[in-house]
């Protein structure tokens, strides 16, 4: 199908000279990606369903996140009859029926990386107060080593800690230089109590993703039953249902983020192709509501490369502050069309540095409901700011088949929970295989190694017996900060230190920066106490305690789009978008 450049998607109308035209985007234009921003019930999602759904009806190719549910499963009812099997709807909560998706499955040497920042970064995010270098460093080349190991998944990630048959196995076939020589010069010196110490930590977040029945019969299935990059090519229809109520937040943004890598990878993958062929790949369009949820590196990544790839973004959120500042500075660097809902104060500062001098800050938050300000990217060039108001939801049409589209996307992409649970467990009890034919590649330059961590976490003489509940793991780590803590304290006033002032989570002082503050001893022996006697779990509720983190009538101002603009490029008569 030959793509119109011109193609325009509908969102809003405007007023000229007393009349409201309807008018939106052109295709072309889209590449330059679309923000959307605004407190929430100003009508954010129903801007973004009301895109897809012309997306869809065009036959275009889309994938929508949606993290409350709402909105994946309206869209549903707006599937054509003609395009239900190109629909692939993605619901974790659908247990009975688990499609399989692997992260870890296939990744090219030069994007492993990728992947594993990707992880990395989401499970910074969920439990950013337990969090350390330690951790991270062991991850990470965990997740590198698996990354070569052909038909692993995350569940080996504790199997490969704990399981050494495994283990010698996946280092076996580990070509990297540097992932080869971090197990078996470095991790192989642990000590058996050592390692038994070191790993718990990362066995207790990992575990608590993977040990989820909803979670592990997606991501613990060797063989991903759909290709990304093959949806993308065949404009097909990717609708992720990953509400919260219903998967659970830890597990939304865990997937959310790993389904965010896949399809940046997938476009990026797109780079190998000819520039002819790459001239007659479709435009693939990428819905993300509240995209702050899933991001990561490859978001600022996808805003600042994959219009050369033909991936478009369209996402939106609440706030300025939910994005991180390489996220925020990609944002503002590359999106092409800003849209802005009623936003509060602060937001409201820092867009008014987009849309002066049309509308300032005080105009931004009296914004009523559907009313918006924007800057719309029209033939490669960023219009004046306007206002407008956007369109109402889309009247459900006549035939509607969201049944039809689930069950056919159940017979292509699922398999029955029975058959699933016991491939898993078959896999989890098999040997290992030998060693096995790693892909060549063309050199072993690496950009992205893990640093050691710092010498405050070098490996100790271990204090803690061999550990195998939850409970008890938690305990343990809870003695070992104490005593970590006890030991420092005693160099430190060997040396006439200062009283401490931290907290029980973070790391130990390092010598090579001066002397340690050494303030409230005491009290922090007593919370250690306390945490100690404490069921394991109220454990991080006893932490929140000890060491608390420190951490907001419609006056509309309406300024026109040009009525040249309206009548020469984007109006068209209103029946065309009903």
């Given at each position: 199908?030959?793509?119109?450049?011109?193609?325009?998607?509908?969102?809003?109308?405007?007023?000229?000279?007393?009349?409201?035209?309807?008018?939106g985007i052109k295709r072309k234009d889209r590449v330059r990606h679309m923000y959307v921003i605004g407190k929430t019930g100003m009508g954010k999602s129903t801007l973004l369903e009301n895109m897809a759904i012309q997306d869809i009806r065009n036959g275009e190719g889309v994938a929508f996140i949606d993290p409350h549910g709402a909105t994946a499963e309206r869209l549903l009812e707006y599937?054509?009859?003609?395009?239900?099997?190109?629909?692939?709807?993605?619901?974790?909560?659908?247990?009975e029926h688990p499609i399989a998706f692997n992260v870890m499955e296939d990744v090219g040497y030069d994007k492993r990386h990728l992947v594993v920042s990707g992880l990395l970064a989401a499970f910074r995010k969920i439990w950013v107060d337990a969090w350390s270098a330690r951790m991270e460093y062991i991850l990470s080349n965990t997740l590198l080593a698996l990354l070569e190991y052909p038909?692993?998944?995350?569940?080996?990630?504790?199997?490969?800690?704990?399981?050494?048959?495994?283990?010698?196995?996946?280092?076996?076939?580990?070509?990297?230089?540097?992932?080869?020589?971090?197990?078996?010069?470095?991790?192989?010196?642990?000590?058996?109590?050592?390692?038994?110490?070191?790993?718990?930590?990362?066995?207790?977040?990992?575990?608590?993703?993977?040990?989820?029945?909803?979670?592990?019969?997606?991501?613990?299935?060797?063989?991903?039953?759909?290709?990304?990059?093959?949806?993308?090519?065949?404009?097909?229809?990717?609708?992720?249902?990953?509400?919260?109520?219903?998967?659970?937040?830890?597990?939304?943004?865990?997937?959310?983020?790993?389904?965010?890598?896949?399809?940046?990878?997938?476009?990026?993958?797109?780079?190998?192709?000819?520039?002819?062929?790459?001239?007659?790949?479709?435009?693939?369009?990428?819905?993300?509501?509240?995209?702050?949820?899933?991001?990561?590196?490859?978001?600022?990544?996808?805003?600042?490369?994959?219009?050369?790839?033909?991936?478009?973004?369209?996402?939106?959120?609440?706030?300025?502050?939910?994005?991180?500042?390489?996220?925020?500075?990609?944002?503002?660097?590359?999106?092409?069309?800003?849209?802005?809902?009623?936003?509060?104060?602060?937001?409201?500062?820092?867009?008014?540095?987009?849309?002066?001098?049309?509308?300032?800050?005080?105009?931004?938050?009296?914004?009523?409901?559907?009313?918006?300000?924007?800057?719309?990217?029209?033939?490669?060039?960023?219009?004046?700011?306007?206002?407008?108001?956007?369109?109402?939801?889309?009247d459900l049409p006549g035939e509607r088949y969201p049944r039809e589209v689930m069950e056919s996307s159940r017979g292509l992409f699922s398999k029955p929970r029975g058959m699933v649970e016991e491939a898993i467990k078959k896999w989890n009890e098999s040997d290992p295989p030998s060693a096995l034919v790693p892909k060549p590649r063309k050199d072993y330059v690496r950009h992205d190694a893990?640093?050691?961590?710092?010498?405050?976490?070098?490996?100790?003489?271990?204090?803690?017996?061999?550990?195998?509940?939850?409970?008890?793991?938690?305990?343990?780590?809870?003695?070992?900060?104490?005593?970590?803590?006890?030991?420092?304290?005693?160099?430190?006033?060997?040396?006439?230190?200062?009283?401490?002032?931290?907290?029980?989570?973070?790391?130990?002082?390092?010598?090579?920066?001066?002397?340690?503050?050494?303030?409230?001893?005491?009290?922090?022996?007593?919370?250690?106490?306390?945490?100690?006697?404490?069921?394991?779990?109220?454990?991080?509720?006893?932490?929140?305690?000890?060491?608390?983190?420190?951490?907001?009538?419609?006056?509309?101002?309406?300024?026109?789009?040009?009525?040249?603009?309206?009548?020469?490029?984007?109006?068209?008569?209103?029946?065309?978008?009903?």
């Open positions: 199908m030959k793509e119109s450049s011109d193609q325009i998607t509908f969102f809003a109308k405007t007023n000229s000279r007393g009349r409201e035209m309807p008018f599937v054509p009859k003609e395009r239900v099997k190109d629909v692939l709807y993605f619901a974790p909560f659908d247990m038909g692993s998944t995350l569940l080996d990630v504790n199997r490969m800690l704990i399981n050494k048959n495994f283990r010698k196995k996946v280092v076996e076939n580990i070509t990297d230089p540097i992932v080869k020589d971090f197990w078996e010069q470095e991790f192989a010196t642990y000590t058996d109590r050592y390692t038994q110490e070191a790993t718990p930590a990362i066995q207790n977040k990992v575990g608590q993703f993977t040990s989820n029945p909803l979670i592990r019969n997606i991501v613990g299935q060797p063989k991903s039953s759909f290709d990304i990059r093959k949806i993308m090519d065949e404009r097909k229809i990717l609708i992720i249902n990953l509400s919260k109520g219903r998967v659970g937040e830890v597990n939304a943004t865990l997937l959310g983020s790993m389904l965010v890598t896949k399809i940046y990878l997938a476009a990026m993958s797109r780079a190998d192709a000819s520039i002819q062929v790459m001239e007659g790949l479709p435009s693939f369009y990428f819905y993300v509501d509240e995209f702050q949820t899933f991001a990561n590196q490859s978001f600022a990544d996808i805003l600042s490369e994959a219009r050369k790839y033909k991936l478009n973004l369209i996402i939106a959120h609440q706030y300025v502050e939910q994005m991180e500042e390489e996220v925020r500075d990609a944002v503002f660097g590359n999106v092409g069309t800003t849209i802005a809902f009623r936003v509060g104060p602060f937001d409201a500062e820092v867009l008014e540095t987009i849309f002066k001098p049309q509308f300032s800050a005080t105009d931004l938050v009296n914004l009523g409901f559907a009313q918006v300000y924007l800057t719309l990217m029209i033939d490669g060039v960023g219009s004046p700011p306007f206002s407008a108001t956007t369109l109402p939801p889309f893990p640093k050691a961590p710092p010498t405050s976490v070098a490996p100790t003489p271990p204090t803690t017996p061999i550990l195998h509940k939850p409970a008890e793991i938690k305990h343990a780590e809870a003695k070992v900060m104490g005593e970590q803590i006890a030991r420092e304290h005693k160099m430190a006033q060997s040396q006439g230190a200062e009283p401490l002032r931290h907290s029980p989570y973070n790391p130990p002082f390092d010598r090579t920066q001066g002397k340690p503050p050494l303030d409230g001893i005491q009290s922090l022996r007593e919370a250690l106490e306390r945490i100690k006697k404490a069921p394991a779990t109220d454990l991080k509720e006893t932490l929140n305690k000890i060491a608390p983190e420190a951490r907001e009538p419609d006056t509309h101002k309406s300024v026109g789009l040009p009525e040249k603009v309206l009548r020469e490029m984007l109006a068209v008569d209103e029946e065309n978008i009903s």
